[in-house]
């Protein structure tokens, strides 16, 4: 049993970094107005969007309960929401819990949206930007055996080269959308200084 227990944690967290890599993407798509056309109206790339980002979380919840319930390391549940407090591996745990402290206050955030000022989302959304590397860093941390595999190092340098191009079309994407949205906050800004 503790073995499955490990395989279980191990798997979900190597699909927990599919998912959110491909949440990753679709933001930056969505948020770089990419979508749009034929291909993929808007409207359904933000719900896609929006799922992977609550299948994201459910796999790291199974992951999370499948790594405490495993007796091997002795992990509790405070250890999955207070960064730094584990006996095991405190440093890689920790830096796991902060992604996925940062997880689910995104995802929170997110589902009440429309009830907080969009500044305060908007920040709280652009922070999640960190989340990727960081848990990223907690899998190389904390991976064991399972980071010298190829198969392991190949998919990792495929979510990294996914992100990194969406990154970088988001950032070097204009949109006039974006552009009057720009203008806007810095004109905020200036009056509000």
Do not use: K
């Not at 994201?56 to 405070?78: E, K, N």
């Not at 920790?94 to 009440?112: E, K």
């Not at 190389?140 to 990154?167: F, K, N, P, S």
Request: charged residues 15%.
């Amino acid at each position: 049993m503790e073995q499955a227990l490990w395989f279980a944690s191990r798997a979900t967290g190597l699909v927990a970094l599919l998912l959110l890599t491909g949440t990753v993407v679709l933001g930056c798509s969505h948020a770089g107005r990419a979508g749009g056309g034929r291909l993929l109206p808007r409207f359904a790339l933000h719900a896609v969007h929006r799922n992977l980002s609550l299948l994201t979380l459910l796999f790291v919840a199974v992951h999370v309960s499948s790594a405490i319930v495993d007796p091997y390391a002795g992990l509790r549940w405070i250890d999955a929401v207070v960064p730094f407090v584990s006996s095991y591996h405190p440093l890689w745990l920790g830096v796991g819990t902060i992604a996925g402290d940062l997880l689910v206050a995104t995802i929170l955030t997110s589902l009440v949206r429309t009830r907080l000022p969009h500044r305060a989302w908007r920040a709280l959304h652009l922070a999640t930007y960190a989340l990727w590397p960081v848990a990223v860093v907690h899998g190389w941390g904390i991976g064991g055996e399972d980071r010298g595999l190829l198969w392991v190092i190949g998919l990792e340098i495929a979510c990294g080269a996914a992100v990194a191009a969406a990154l970088a079309r988001r950032l070097l994407t204009r949109h006039p959308d974006g552009e009057a949205r720009r203008a806007a906050d810095q004109e905020t800004w200036q009056v509000g200084s």
